[in-house]
């Protein structure tokens, strides 16, 4: 009937008013519990909807609020192994440090700031022995490497060093740390195609000899398979190589015919000598800061 219409609407209209009171005047509720009423059950199931549309409204407020921290990488502490004050004072401090290498890096902010703090703590450790360090060594860089992302290839590793850092300084930077696993993770082709055939220019000209060649395959073998059968297999790889990189033919790997090879097939990326991280170990490490594991 239409009065029955009527009571309905006017029950949903009073419910909406009434839950716009709860949310944004708090002393609403506290003034509905204190005021004498009458003992009407239609307005106790009213209040009691309403209490309950007030507590899942707060409720959705406070979980949005949380997923938008997450994905700001501010959602408490990310190392419980450190003090919660500690952590804050570092990540405060070099909060604009990691906007600037967000905009350029392939990490998120939360990402990034999990990175710089494996490297303070690695600093830390080595302040223990030495006070007057200024960051993380080289020495320390090199054994991360070593044993986290398996680059085992002593024989480049002097030059992958060069390649991301050419300063004097036996410590790297935060920026320096950064950067290099942002390559090694998930770097783009391109970006490991440079940085690869920097490593192995050994003459800094732009050229892959056959000299150069012979002395980065043969370097590498020594390391795996000791130097008497080094020097034979290394001019049996030459000229698999050559034929494979050479494009036009001048005797010499330039950096397009280099590009150009290994983007027809990646395979040839670490032809010369290992300069990345396993795809295996690249994985693994990825999944101690972030929350998929994936490499892009």
């Not at 219409?5 to 006017?10: F, H, N």
């Not at 401090?93 to 990490?107: T, V």
Request: charged letters at 25%.
């Amino acid at each position: 009937s239409k009065t029955v219409r009527k009571i309905t609407v006017i029950k949903q209209l009073i419910s909406e008013i009434t839950t716009i009171f709860f949310i944004f005047i708090p002393d609403f509720q506290y003034f509905v519990m204190t005021t004498e009423t009458p003992a009407n059950p239609n307005f106790l199931n009213v209040f009691k909807v309403i209490s309950s549309a007030k507590k899942g409204f707060l409720r959705k407020k406070v979980n949005r609020a949380r997923r938008e921290n997450v994905a700001r990488g501010m959602a408490g502490q990310l190392d419980l192994s450190m003090d919660s004050m500690e952590e804050t004072r570092f990540k405060k401090r070099n909060q604009y440090l990691i906007q600037r290498l967000e905009k350029r890096l392939h990490f998120t902010y939360a990402e990034i700031e999990c990175l710089l703090l494996i490297y303070y703590k690695l600093w830390k450790e080595g302040l223990v022995n030495n006070p007057s360090q200024e960051g993380v060594t080289k020495v320390q860089f090199r054994d991360v490497l070593h044993c986290a992302l398996d680059m085992t290839d002593d024989s480049l590793m002097d030059r992958v060093f060069l390649a991301l850092d050419k300063g004097p300084s036996s410590c790297i930077s935060m920026e320096t740390w950064a950067t290099a696993f942002s390559l090694f993770l998930r770097g783009t082709i391109e970006e490991k195609i440079q940085f690869c055939f920097s490593i192995y220019d050994i003459m800094g000209d732009g050229i892959l000899a056959r000299d150069s060649i012979f002395q980065l395959l043969r370097t590498s073998l020594v390391s795996q398979s000791g130097e008497e059968d080094a020097e034979e297999s290394a001019r049996d790889m030459i000229e698999v190589i050559t034929k494979k990189m050479d494009i036009d033919r001048d005797g010499k790997i330039s950096y397009a015919d280099y590009k150009q090879s290994v983007l027809k097939n990646p395979m040839l990326l670490e032809a010369f000598g290992q300069c990345l991280p396993s795809r295996q170990a690249t994985f693994s490490y990825l999944t101690t800061f972030t929350s998929t594991g994936s490499t892009m």
